[in-house]
């Protein structure tokens, strides 16, 4: 599938901390044959992807659509429709399907959030 990560407090902090179970997540959905993208709103992260050392995951980096998604797509060079989308707002989740996340907004070594989206991108791997 195509799996659309949101940036800010979805997978990183309001600190730019990256949220627990991040990189096993993408080790596993890499390894699973699933393809990895970011999105934001304040535009394509590349400096999130340098700074926590995430090229190896990630096959793009966008600015997300806000509004109009699936119309937007094409003029924010998004070469592929999203299958999933992990997102710490609803919209963008309840548009593609894919997972509402809580807001990471402080390091919080105890967060899960990151586990429970593996295990929803699992089984809508096997439902398809
Ligand atoms: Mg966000």
């Known amino acids: 599938m195509n799996i659309f990560f949101d940036v800010d407090q979805t997978i990183i902090s309001s600190a730019n901390d990256l949220r627990p179970g991040v990189l096993e997540l993408f080790e596993t959905l890499k390894g699973d044959g699933h393809a ?19 090229q190896t995951y990630i096959s793009g980096c966008y600015e997300k659509p806000l509004t109009r ?30 997972t509402l996340v809580s807001h990471y907004l402080v390091t919080n070594e105890g967060d899960r959030e990151m586990w429970r989206v593996g295990v ?8 398809r």
């Open 120 to 127: 929803s991108i699992a089984a809508r791997a096997t439902a």
């Open 36 to 54: 990895i993208y970011l999105w934001s709103g304040l535009g394509p992260r590349d400096e999130i992807v340098a700074m926590h050392k995430l």
């Open 69 to 98: 998604y699936d119309e937007l797509l094409k003029p924010l060079g998004i070469p592929v429709r999203p299958d999933y989308a992990v997102d710490d707002h609803e919209g963008l989740v309840l548009h593609f399907g894919g």
